[in-house]
C-alpha cells in the first residue's frame, strides 16, 4: 500500500499532535497523496521541521486544549482552502490527555466534513483495548477514545461522516525519552517490547501513517466504527 499516488489532490486534512512521531510521519503521508494539511501542534520548531519535508504542510501553533484553540484551528484551514475533508486527532497518542480537546476539534470541523461527506480518525492503542499493567490510566483513556470512535461513527452516519481508529502497537516516537527516562532504561524498554512482538521489532510511524490515509481514503466509503490494530501481531499474544 503505498501513499506517493495523488489520489487525495485537492483535499484538506488536519493533523494535530503533527511535530513528531506518528503525526509528522501522518502529515507527510497526506501531502505526498496530494492533499492540503495543516499540521497542528504546540512545539513551533518541530512542526517547521514537519513542514519543511514537504511543501503541501502547513504548520500552524496551536495547545487544541485551549478553549479558543478548535476553533482557530478550523478557520485557518478554511482560510485557506475553503474546506474540511480529514480530520486526524493523534495529539496525545503517547499521554493522557481530556476527551474534550479531540471532541471539540471535531464539533468545529463536523459542519464542514458534512459538507463534504469527510472523516475523522482517531488515534488510540493496541492498550485501548488489552490490560497495560503500570498504564492503567493511559490504557484507560485509548478505551475512552476506541468507544467515541465508534459512538461517533453510528451518531455521524446520517451525515454521511465516516469515523474509524487506529489503534498502534508500541511505535518509535519522542514518548520514553520525553518521559525522562535515561537512555539505557529507554534501550531496555525498546528492546523488551520488540522480543514481545510476534514480527520481531517495533513499529515505525510510517506504518501506522500510511493505513490512517487509507481509512481516511474516500474509496473506503463504506468503512466506519472501525478500530485497526496496528502492532505486528502484539494482540495475539
Known sequence: MSSSTHHLADRTVIVTGAGSGIGRATAVAFAQAGAH?????????????????????????????????????????????????????????????????????????????????????NVSSTFGHRP?????????????????????ALELAEGNVRVNAVAPGPTESEALAAAGLPGEAVDKIKQSEAERIPLGRRGKPEDIAAWIVHLADPASTWLTGQILTVDGGLELT
Open 37 to 121: 494539511v495543516l499540521g497542528v501542534g504546540r512545539r513551533k520548531a518541530n512542526l517547521r521541521e514537519t513542514a519543511d519535508t514537504h511543501p503541501g504542510i502547513v504548520p500552524f501553533d496551536a495547545d487544541i486544549c485551549a478553549d479558543d484553540a478548535p476553533a482557530a484551528v478550523i478557520d485557518e484551514a478554511i482560510g485557506r482552502w475553503g474546506r474540511i475533508d480529514v480530520l486526524v486527532n493523534n495529539a496525545g497518542a503517547a499521554a493522557i490527555m481530556p476527551l474534550a480537546a479531540p471532541s471539540l476539534l471535531a464539533r468545529a470541523a463536523l459542519p464542514h466534513l458534512r459538507e463534504v461527506h469527510g472523516s475523522i480518525v
Open 132 to 152: 497495560l499493567p503500570g498504564g492503567s490510566h493511559y490504557a484507560a483513556s485509548k478505551a475512552a477514545i476506541e468507544m467515541l470512535t465508534q459512538s461517533w
